[in-house]
């Protein structure tokens, strides 16, 4: 088993910043992937952006690209979302999950969920 807390949401103005941290406990040299998700109401979970834990590759969703970036602190098995230049679009509940396989950017993967992290970007 994996355990996952988030911590680091809260309210934006568009423009600003904010980092979400994820940290992993339990089962965590199993982990291969981390990933945070978002879902905005009425609207499906879709990925943002995943790391893998040997590697440190990442993926970053198209929608987000050149403005999130995800980070771990391996010593901490804690992983990080720096979101810049929030925009309302990205007004959404963020999730945090773990994969014990590949590969990372399927979401299907990840069998381990934090309870997620409200991010609220006003304009």
């Known amino acids: 088993q994996v355990q996952l807390v988030e911590s680091g949401g809260g309210l934006a103005q568009a423009g600003g910043s904010l980092r979400l941290s994820c940290a992993a406990s339990?089962?965590?040299?199993?982990?291969?992937?981390m990933g945070w998700f978002r879902q905005a109401p009425g609207k499906g979970r879709e990925i943002v952006a995943t790391?893998?834990?040997?590697?440190?590759?990442?993926y970053v969703a198209d929608s987000v690209k050149g403005r999130f970036t995800s980070s771990r602190d391996s010593a901490k098995n804690t992983v990080y979302l720096q979101m810049n230049s929030l925009k309302p679009e990205d007004t959404a509940v963020y999730l945090c999950?773990?994969?014990?396989?590949?590969?990372?950017?399927?979401?299907?993967?990840?069998?381990?969920w934090g309870q997620g992290t409200q991010v609220t970007v006003s304009s």
């Open positions: 999950a773990a994969s014990m396989s590949g590969p990372a950017f399927v979401l299907r993967r990840y069998a381990y």
């Open positions: 790391i893998t834990q040997s590697g440190g590759s990442t």
């Open positions: 339990g089962r965590t040299s199993d982990i291969y992937a």
